[in-house]
T-cell receptor, first 112, second 114 residues
């Protein structure tokens, strides 16, 4: 069975500080992993994805994530938070690319 | 290219009624997926249609159904509405199935069941 756990439903950081959003997964097969962002009253937008190859994945808006198989983790980071980063972030896993399992989301607040 | 559009954006229904939601994918996209988003459960996969055929289905009761038309537009129907069906329903399209194809999400339809 596939599942995704996002630790911390709410995270607050100061503007300019490191952003770290945590994601752990369980999967019966080698997973493919995704991070999405959702701004208010909008749909989800893909930030980055890991399918195969390099375990450090760079995405849009300065975000990156590292796939750590031994820790079953795919944490999202950004070195310096910007006010525009305030949004809801979702981690997702897909065993086949045809069905996606999402975490419950982490709401990021950026404090000026 | 226009993005994924969903209609209506907001809907209020009462228990026992049925509702139909519509999704128009990005032009040229043949795959449409539906998700239910609630604060406690996050996003849960409902089903995916590709070329008018349901290819994948999530763990939802039979009250939730869908279909896809030849122009790739999709509709989702929920019959005998329950209070717990109140949620944001998101539609996502992609050109084909498979990992290399990014899903593009619409803004959602917010359904409130009273």
């Amino acid at each position: 069975a596939q599942s995704v756990t996002q630790l911390g439903s709410h995270v607050s950081v100061s503007e300019g500080a490191l952003v770290l959003l945590r994601c752990n997964y369980s999967s019966s097969v080698p997973p493919y992993l995704f991070w999405y962002v959702q701004y208010p009253n909008q749909g989800l937008q893909l930030l980055l994805k890991y399918t195969t190859g390099a375990t450090l994945v760079k995405g849009i808006n300065g975000f990156e994530a590292e796939f750590k198989k031994s820790e079953t983790s795919f944490h999202l980071t950004k070195p310096s938070a910007h006010m525009s980063d305030a949004a809801e972030y979702f981690c997702a896993v897909s065993p086949t690319g045809n069905q996606f399992y999402f975490g419950t989301g982490t709401s990021l607040t950026v404090i000026p | 290219k226009a993005g994924v559009t969903q209609t209506p954006r907001y809907l209020i229904k009462t228990r026992g009624q049925q509702v139909t939601l519509s999704c128009s994918p990005i032009s040229g996209h043949r795959s449409v997926s539906w998700y239910q988003q609630t604060p406690g459960q996050g996003l849960q996969f409902l089903f995916e249609y590709f070329s008018e055929t349901q290819r994948n289905k999530g763990n939802f009761p039979g009250r939730f159904s869908g279909r896809q038309f030849s122009n790739s537009r999709s509709e989702m129907n929920v019959s005998t509405l329950e209070l717990g069906d109140s949620a944001l329903y998101l539609c996502a399209s992609r050109s084909h199935q498979g990992l290399e194809e990014t899903q593009y999400f619409g803004p959602g339809t917010r359904l409130l069941v009273l």
